[in-house]
């Protein structure tokens, strides 16, 4: 795998979730800072209408993980990078924690770290022109909480299943850590174009994920008397009705985020994030294979 190394920014943009505390004030404070090293800048409240990151070649996005992907179908089709300061709670797709923006904001315009290019989806419904764009998953899921949905899954034409659910999730790599996780899909590397297909409470079937090949499509038709809805990253909603078919398929761009930490350590905040470490385990790690 070929990293991409990281350049000097020209234009930076700073963005905030104002409902995060400090975010505003740790937003102005990083502003000042970059204006004083000559380099130009926009502030960015992401709750505003108006769009300050048109011009950004690097935004620095301050919330949490929410705010990331956000931030990331505003400038995504720009090929605008991301370094992500977490002031939330998880921080899976951040880099850096609160006031560390500070203290690494020297490299970050030396151009120190690499670039991570992450697969993004798109999704839309046949017929209707509109397709989203999205960092974690696409769902097709139930539109009433009382009743399953009946759903047929195709992946470029063969079909695969036919499912009685509450929904179905479309994810990414990045998105198996998300929703695909908490139902029981498996954890792809972060860089991995593959796409992961698995039913949310499939009733009398199997609940496996799929795996497939990031150059394939999915489709996912509701059979007759169904009514549906699909989301995609949790921020867009769209009714669906009985016959309509959702396709799911990888996104022209890619997500591009700066990385300062070696990519193992996807592997050491995932163990800790997950609680997967057991509590006085005294195994010692096995020591670096000879270069």
Known sequence: MTDLAA?????????????????????????DAIKARGVAVALDDETSAADELANSDLV???????SVLRCTRRVV?????????????LGFLTELEGAQILDRLDDVIKGT???????MLEAGVRGQGVTFAGLNEAVVGRATLSRAIQLAVDVDGIRVADYRCDGVIVATATGSTAYALSVGG????????????????P?????????????ETVHITLEPDQQAVLSVDGL?????REGDSVHVSAGVHPAR??????????????????????PGGNARPLPPAAG
């Open 203 to 215: 009733h009398l079937s199997a609940q496996h994920a799929v795996i497939i090949p990031g150059n």
């Open 186 to 201: 498996p954890i792809l590397y972060p860089e991995s174009s593959d796409l992961i297909v698995v039913p949310v409470a």
């Open 77 to 89: 089709e720009r090929g605008a990078t991301i370094l992500g300061v977490n002031l939330g709670r």
């Open 7 to 31: 350049t000097p920014p020209h234009n930076i943009g700073v963005t905030f979730n104002p409902l995060h505390d400090g975010a505003r004030d740790l937003a102005h404070q990083l502003v």
């Open 257 to 278: 985020f700066l990385r300062f930490k070696p990519r193992t350590d996807f592997y050491i905040r995932m163990a800790a994030q997950l609680g997967w470490h057991r």
């Open 60 to 66: 620095i996005c301050l919330g949490g993980d929410g």
């Open 113 to 119: 770290g690499r670039i991570e290019e992450r697969m």
């Open 236 to 240: 867009a909603d769209v009714q669906l």
